[in-house]
């Protein structure tokens, strides 16, 4: 058996770029946060320091924050590049079967029962692909059994069998 390899990791883009924004939005903000409490736990405290050969005092929040914004843009950019990298191909495993799991309903639903549901191994949605299969498989045995019931029925009726007819019926009913 061919193993099936990924082509395109942007299946859904829409999907994948909202899901891929919001996690790099919190690293974002989490970055942020930390900066803001470094800079707050300094509270009144100074610090002293030599700048430009003149000793001067400051704030340790005044002194420390171009370093800290300096530092959290860097996290923040490095974080959210390695995130949309990650979540990019985890994400791909969701919406690369829920692509297969649509196309294949298109076909079940327009009366084509040869739709697989196949979804590569390590992909999620095994589960929810393999119960989709097995409902195809049923709704075609079911199709099958009402279409012989069918052809029973055109018989029993052309032969003016109305007893059969009857049966026939009630066997359908039973069928759907």
């Avoid at 370093?67 to 690369?96: C, D, N, P, R, W």
């Avoid at 639903?109 to 692909?129: P, T, V």
């Amino acid at each position: 058996m061919e193993k099936q390899t990924r082509r395109n990791y942007l299946i859904d883009v829409r999907f994948q770029g909202k899901f891929i924004l919001r996690f790099c939005i919190f690293v974002v903000l989490a970055t942020l946060a930390v900066t803001v409490i470094a800079i707050n736990m300094t509270g009144d405290s100074t610090t002293v320091t030599i700048e430009n050969a003149r000793v001067m005092a400051k704030h340790t929040g005044d002194f420390i924050f171009p370093l800290l914004l300096q530092t959290a843009l860097i996290v923040s950019v490095a974080s959210s590049i390695i995130v949309a990298a990650v979540l990019l191909f985890e994400t791909h495993k969701i919406a690369g079967p829920l692509y297969r799991i649509k196309k294949d309903l298109e076909h079940l639903k327009n009366g084509d029962y040869s739709a697989k549901f196949k979804i590569r191994a390590g992909d999620e949605l095994k589960d929810l692909a393999d119960e989709l299969k097995n409902l195809s498989d049923a709704l075609e045995k079911k199709e099958a059994l009402a279409k012989g019931k069918v052809f029973e029925l055109k018989g029993a009726v052309e032969s003016k069998n109305f007893g059969a007819v009857a049966v026939i019926l009630k066997d359908l009913e039973a069928t759907i």
